[in-house]
């Protein structure tokens, strides 16, 4: 958490602009953090030769819905959450005063939300119903699971190579990546999970939503004085992917420093580009 904070300091320092959205990341982070010491989830049971096959064949090891979760945990933070989110922009404190009235007079059943919220018609069809914006509760819901999936994929680890994998879904649970990540003093490229934050490795050159690798539609572009921020663009299927060059900085985590560039995905809109998976954290 100290490296953290000391990264959100210089990152205010240097866009002034992006302070509030960093306080408010730092705030959920250290409620997130905090709940480690507690949680408990179930073993996940995977036959060994059941896992064999899905490598080769190309199946991720499990569904995002098999994570097993502490909801008793995930309750007491989305409770966290919500209180942080209140002080953060006056629409947050108001959907969150609505969430937790729909609670209160049991139009929503927390629990069960939480267990299925990974089926994202759920959580539209509930927000639907309590005229709630979708992607605060949306947002809020996976907070309040993801040390319960982090915690899931640590089980998995040893099973994993993530040398070996080289496609565009994650190996784990077969979702797109967030971001892509250049680390070790070559420069080795890996896609990091957008549901379960697992990282495995790619090609240099290599589009994962596309599966394109002609060097002559593969391009990208630096912020000014920001090399260390790469917007990879495809020039087949018109989306990007942001690459953070970690070998500058050490070790810092992703999310923030995908928070902190925000106006490096204006650009790439601007010049026609999709990116498949947003930032959670714009709500
Ligand atoms: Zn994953
Ligand atoms: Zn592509």
Sequence with gaps: MENLKNRIQQLKKKRPGYGEILDFYQKVKEAQDKTKASLEIDPIKLKKEWKEILAKEGFSLIEKEDFPLDIGVSVKLFQTLCQIGKEATPHMA???????????????????????????????????????????LSFLIRCSTQPSIEAGVEQLRSDLRPDMWLKGYCPVCGSLPFLSLLKEEVGKR??????????????????????????????????EGEEIYRMDLCNQCHQYIKTIDLRQMGESDPLLEDLATLHLDILAVQKGYKRPVPNPWIT
Excluded at 102 to 116: F, G, P, Q, S, V
Excluded at 191 to 212: E, H, K
Aim: with cysteine; aromatic share 10%.
């Design 94 to 136: 108001e959907q969150i005063k609505k969430i937790e009235d729909a609670i209160d007079h049991k139009r929503m059943d927390l629990r069960k939300l939480l267990k299925e919220g990974v089926k994202e018609q759920e959580i539209e069809q509930v927000a639907e119903e309590s005229e709630l914006d979708t992607t605060v």
């Design 190 to 223: 890996y896609l990091l999970c957008s549901y379960c934050r697992y990282q495995w490795r790619i090609d240099r050159l290599f589009c994962p939503f596309c599966n394109n690798k002609e060097q002559g539609s593969l391009h990208y572009f630096h912020g």
